[in-house]
């Protein structure tokens, strides 16, 4: 969406030059490819935006909005929100022709200030029941953050709530986000005492219990970096801080990396997320889609194999110990 | 309790591993019940062997392997005939060692899920540049080995 030009904002399917994003089509085929290999399929929505020659997420220039990005004016709020509506809405109808199962729009992590969610609310109010209308899967919102909510929102209008598992930290203090800093050092018993200290501090764990409804941890990063645990997907930006890692392709130090850390962590928040707690599951990122990253987890054995554990997939298909490893093929660091 | 040795652990840590090249090895189960003792003996052939030490053995951390192995606790306990009682307090895959006469023997037991705590198996899948529809069928095929159900589509993690 280009916010250049106050009163006519829209939002633009296909890329143009300032945007990297995908055209719709492609998420329809990336459905259809998903159903084909057995998944139910969600689909979250996501707009960058253009504004004074910075792109980068829509919602990070509303009025409000943390950073140093230019903010849009108060007025032309509207405008936006109904453009992010006509765009969600389209989506909705597209998603249903290729019958996704569950839908996730809009952005609820924001902190802007109250006129803005007000307005963001009152488009929610009126864009949900239009997207039912189209629509027949399951319509989820969120994110919740552990330590509460950036705004009220009325969860009557939805189905199910997803918390963003973003900045949970698996070695230090709860609601502290890197101050003080966590442990790199730390194993499973560990760090799950810590997350049992979150899930105990934080309000957002427990959003989905006081509305009655389902809530499903996402943002879950276990990514193979030293110190991961604590900075979660901040650490390109936190952690290169820290540690001196510049890129996510191409890590300076290799010392820095990890495979038993995600391992942890992904079973420490199982254990305390889902076995000790009400989540529906971890939504764990990502199988890469568009080439080879070391924080694919289909390049990291050991994670791999303990989440098939977890899922109770074809062990012989993903863990390296097996008699007949068949996924092996594909880590790029094996033989 | 990070280190559940039981005697010549330190020594053991630097002890090669001979379970596999030898007539000596570890016997017992390979797959394990979550809080169910399980019972490990060190056998030679058919020989029942009384190892020094018994210890649960961890990936270090910065492991760079890739082996799955998890830091969770095991309980052990040795018993007077040599051999151990292991008890896995959560689902993991863990390794144990024996120690006897400077040599250290491992086995590795995993323990899954009695029945899956996991109401909606998601993995996240992502696309945020140019979809290359091979590369990306090939790795939603290898995903669905996984054991997942659900996938999340989105961007910008």
């Known amino acids: ?335 | 309790m990070r280190l559940v040795s039981l005697g010549l652990s330190l020594l053991a840590a630097h002890l090669p591993l001979w379970g596999q090249t030898t007539s000596v090895a570890i016997s017992g189960p390979t797959r394990g019940v979550q809080a169910q003792p399980m019972t490990f003996r060190l056998m030679n052939g058919s020989q029942q062997l009384k190892p020094d030490s018994w210890r649960q053995l961890y990936n270090p951390d910065r492991y760079l392997g890739n082996e799955y192995v998890s830091s969770f606790d095991l309980q052990l306990q040795a018993n007077g005939d040599g051999s151990l009682t292991a008890t896995a307090p959560y689902p993991e895959r863990y390794k144990i060692a024996a120690v006897q006469g400077g040599q250290q023997y491992a086995a590795a037991v995993v323990v899954p899920p009695t029945t899956s705590p996991v109401k909606m198996k998601v993995l996240s899948f992502l696309l945020n540049s140019q979809l290359d529809k091979v590369h990306a069928a090939s790795q939603i095929a290898l995903a669905s080995h996984i054991g997942a159900d659900w996938a999340y589509v989105g961007d910008s993690f």
């Open chain 1, 1 to 335: 969406m280009d916010l250049n030009t106050p009163g006519s904002y829209t939002y633009t399917d296909q890329p143009g030059g300032w945007c990297n994003a995908n055209p719709l089509s492609d998420v329809a085929w990336l459905v259809d490819e998903l159903h084909a290999n057995g998944f139910k399929v969600m689909i979250q929505p996501s707009v960058y935006a253009t504004y004074e020659s910075i792109v980068d997420q829509l919602q990070l220039f509303l009025p409000g909005a943390i950073g140093t990005y230019p903010k849009v004016d108060l007025s032309q709020v509207p405008a936006l929100f109904n453009a992010w509506s006509k765009m969600a809405v389209d989506l909705a109808t597209l998603m249903a022709q290729h019958q996704a199962e569950m839908f996730l729009p809009g952005t609820h992590d924001t902190v802007v200030d109250s006129t803005t969610s007000d307005l963001w609310n009152a488009t929610a109010a009126t864009m949900l029941p239009s997207i039912r209308s189209v629509y027949k899967g399951q319509i989820w919102w969120g994110p919740i953050q552990q330590c509460g909510d950036a705004f009220p929102f009325d969860y009557s209008l939805v189905d199910g709530i997803w918390f963003s598992g973003l900045l949970v930290s698996a070695s230090s203090p709860p609601c502290t986000f890197l101050s003080p800093p966590g442990l790199n050092n730390v194993h499973a018993e560990q760090m799950l005492s810590f997350i049992r200290a979150d899930r105990a501090a934080g309000s957002g764990f427990s959003v989905g219990q006081k509305q009655g409804l389902p809530m499903l941890w996402m943002d879950f990063n276990p990514y193979p970096i030293d110190g991961m645990n604590y900075v979660g997907s901040h650490w390109a930006g936190m952690a290169g801080i820290a540690h001196g890692i510049a890129s996510d392709m191409v890590p300076t130090d290799p010392g820095l990396r990890d495979f038993q850390e995600p391992v942890d962590y992904l079973d420490a928040v199982m254990e305390a997320g889902v076995v000790e707690s009400s989540f529906q599951a971890v939504a764990v990122n990502s199988v890469y889609l568009v080439g080879p990253g070391f924080v694919n987890i289909l390049e990291q054995p050991a994670l791999l194999a303990s989440l098939t554990n977890w899922f109770g997939g074809d062990w012989n298909y993903t863990h390296p110990a097996s008699p007949t490893p068949r996924l092996m093929c594909c880590f790029r660091y094996c033989p």
